[in-house]
């Protein structure tokens, strides 16, 4: 866990790389693949570029794209944050950065405010811990599919008692989008936007890969992680993710409705489902 006294990078460097966001975006467009984007996705990165071309505002995480994906609503705190706070030995993960301008709420007892999101992210690390006797810092490589602007991987540095080397792949748009939140919050050093094959991760730091990349990352992951994204993407997507297994995870954190077909070849390969709860009726994990 990071100490409480490290400089919070967000407010001074914000505008600064925000300034170089359409630099980093250009380079890191050409790296798509068209076989795995579905065309909601297309559309959602299209708008996204549109409205934050050529300088991301301060308050970009409002964006539609954004807010209406990946912000859970606040009805679910009282479902989720008692169990979040029962098992955190520690409340600073929960403290949600100001960069962005996420809506965010008090922590009641407490100075800190945090967001139904950050509450949310919590929530998915812990049951994945309490459901296979393992514990996210048994991972020294975490590779995550679809990644969101990053409020995931935020969480893990916190909760991680290590260095670990993660690995996000994403849309070239997500992925400068994560570049950009990610290099506020966590400092610019300790984020690699990767934009050339071979991908060969740094480790200890947060490698963001666009998807056009995938086949030319070399990764030996721990755990692979893909909440509501994997399923997101088009079948080929999953089926080259299927044929690496996994990017060699032996542990693997997936979350998605118990319809969906793909929910199927996940516990084909061994492995588990776990309902959410009742608050998000039919929303399964797959944890192994
Ligand atoms: C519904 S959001 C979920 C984000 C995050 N996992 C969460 O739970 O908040 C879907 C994520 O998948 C990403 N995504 C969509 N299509 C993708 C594709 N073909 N390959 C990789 N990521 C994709 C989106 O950009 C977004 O980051």
Do not use: K
């Not at 602007?149 to 792949?169: D, M, N, Q």
């Not at 060699?248 to 709860?277: K, R």
């Amino acid at each position: 866990m990071h100490s409480p006294d490290e400089p919070q990078h967000g407010d001074t460097a914000f505008a600064d790389l925000a300034r170089r966001f359409a630099e980093r975006l250009a380079t890191v467009r050409p790296c798509v693949d068209a076989r795995y984007v579905r065309p909601d996705w297309v559309r959602r990165n299209a708008e996204l570029e549109r409205d934050l071309l050529p300088v991301p505002p301060p308050d970009f995480l409002r964006h539609p794209s954004i807010a209406f994906q990946m912000f859970v609503n606040e009805r679910l705190l009282p479902h989720e944050l008692p169990y979040v706070r029962s098992r955190l030995a520690d409340e600073r993960p929960l403290a949600e950065p100001p960069v962005g301008d996420p809506p965010t709420v008090p922590l009641p007892g407490s100075d800190l405010r945090t967001s139904s999101n950050t509450v949310h992210q919590l929530f998915h690390l812990l049951r994945y811990q309490e459901a296979t006797g393992r514990r996210v810092d048994d991972a020294a490589t975490i590779v995550e599919w679809g990644g969101g602007f990053g409020a995931l991987i935020r969480v893990i540095t916190a909760l991680h008692r290590g260095e670990p080397t993660c690995v996000v792949f994403d849309t070239p748009t997500f992925s400068a989008v994560q570049w950009l939140y990610l290099s506020a919050v966590l400092g610019e050093e300790r984020v690699v936007l990767h934009d050339t094959a071979p991908v060969r991760p740094v480790p200890g730091r947060v490698n963001l890969v666009p998807i056009g990349l995938v086949g030319a990352t070399d990764v030996d992951a721990d755990l692979f992680i893909s909440n509501w994204a994997l399923n997101e993407s088009l079948p080929r997507a999953r089926e080259d993710v299927v044929d690496r297994r996994w990017f060699g995870a032996g542990s693997l954190l997936l979350a998605m409705h118990a319809g969906d077909p793909f929910a199927q070849v996940v516990l084909a390969t061994g492995a588990t489902a776990v309902p959410l709860g009742d608050f998000m009726p039919g929303q399964h994990y797959l944890v192994a």
